[in-house]
């Protein structure tokens, strides 16, 4: 067999084992050598139309959240984490997230405190300048019934959130409380004794305060007991998971005497947070679940600080 030969049966294997990609109606072929798999992702990307994000969500990993008095609290998150993509790149490479992931808990623990050396490693390894990650978890907390002072544990909602955008960090902390609402107009207008403070009765509803808040600098940020006590208090009343007899007459009074629309729970909210030096940007979402309504109501308030001064940012975000 001469040379010729060979040749000719080395192209014949070659495009025997060839993958054809079509895009748009465009056809090319992606030899493989019979043994290498193709990798999908490096087909030509003709649309031109660039991804914001892309990558994984809900990934269910441990989290270490440290706690204000003291050491730190294991608990389970579920973890997003994405990337920009350009728009000449067909798709991500979904099995490196997972890799970036647990490559750095080898070393460290995934915390608030190791969020942005996360981001950085996964940035170099996706090769973009906007990467994105959040960690979803519920955060346990100690409380005691209101007049009985019976101890018992709570839980709160919690989110961190990091981002590195063109080299720059931003964390933010999530924080989604349950209040009591109770409604000025209604009781007002049952008010049969208004120097007594006397009524019928107002109605009350559970109320979401959901409040994000990030810092200068961008770590360690608010302790979390701290961003759910500003919320709670901003409240006609708190939640309690246990309340004997007592404790829910004190809860009862204590909502009708201290009545609020969403508009003042949202505001309360907001003037604690101008009152803390080293926040620079808060978002404040209060969700009412109406009682005497088919329907829900809601305020959106978003502050931002620049030069010691306070703005409103971002009125018809949603």
């Given at each position: ?5 060979i040749n000719n049966?080395k192209?014949?294997k070659l495009?025997?084992?060839s993958?054809?990609s079509?895009?748009e109606?465009?056809c ?5 050598n019979?043994?290498q798999?193709v ?7 003709r ?15 441990p989290l270490i959240?440290?706690q ?7 608990v ?7 990337g920009s993509?350009?728009?000449?790149v067909?798709?991500t490479?979904m099995?490196?997230?997972?890799e ?20 950085r490693?996964?940035?170099r390894?996706l ?6 990650i959040?960690a979803e978890?519920d ?6 019934t209101?007049a009985?002072?019976k101890?018992h544990i ?17 964390f933010?902390t999530e924080t989604?409380?349950l ?10 207008m049952?008010?049969v004794d208004?120097?007594?403070n ?10 979401l305060v959901?409040?994000?808040?990030r810092?200068s600098?961008p770590q ?5 007991e701290?961003?759910?006590?500003i919320?709670?208090?901003a409240g ?17 009074e204590?909502?009708?005497?201290n009545?609020k629309y ?11 947070i101008?009152?803390?030096?080293k926040?620079q940007?808060?978002?404040c979402r ?9 329907h829900?109501?809601?305020?959106i308030i978003e502050?931002?600080?620049?030069g010691g001064?306070w703005?409103?940012t971002n009125?018809g975000k949603?």
């Amino acid at each position: 067999m001469d040379q010729q030969e060979i040749n000719n049966q080395k192209e014949s294997k070659l495009e025997i084992n060839s993958i054809t990609s079509c895009d748009e109606g465009i056809c090319e072929p992606f030899p493989t050598n019979g043994n290498q798999l193709v990798d999908v992702h490096k087909y030509p990307e003709r649309r031109g139309i660039r991804i914001n994000r892309v990558g994984v969500s809900d990934v269910k990993f441990p989290l270490i959240v440290k706690q204000k008095i003291g050491g730190q609290q294991e608990v389970h998150a579920a973890i997003g984490m994405y990337g920009s993509l350009l728009k000449n790149v067909k798709g991500t490479n979904m099995s490196r997230f997972i890799e970036e992931l647990l490559s750095n808990w080898k070393t460290d623990p995934i915390s608030g405190d190791t969020f942005e050396k996360l981001l950085r490693s996964l940035a170099r390894k996706l090769g973009s300048d906007d990467v994105y990650i959040d960690a979803e978890f519920d955060y346990f907390m100690p409380k005691s019934t209101p007049a009985t002072k019976k101890p018992h544990i709570t839980s709160h909602n919690c989110r961190f959130i990091g981002q590195i955008l063109k080299s720059k960090f931003y964390f933010t902390t999530e924080t989604n409380v349950l209040v009591a609402s109770y409604c000025p107009c209604s009781k007002e207008m049952s008010l049969v004794d208004k120097e007594k403070n006397i009524g019928r009765g107002a109605h009350a509803q559970r109320g979401l305060v959901s409040l994000q808040v990030r810092t200068s600098p961008p770590q360690p940020g608010l302790w979390l007991e701290d961003q759910i006590d500003i919320c709670e208090k901003a409240g006609s009343a708190e939640l309690y998971p246990l309340l004997k007899r007592p404790d829910e007459k004190w809860v009862t009074e204590q909502g009708y005497g201290n009545p609020k629309y969403v508009e003042d729970i949202a505001r309360d909210v907001m003037v604690k947070i101008k009152q803390m030096d080293k926040v620079q940007w808060a978002r404040c979402r209060v969700k009412n679940f109406e009682s005497i309504h088919p329907h829900n109501v809601q305020c959106i308030i978003e502050i931002s600080k620049k030069g010691g001064r306070w703005y409103q940012t971002n009125r018809g975000k949603m």
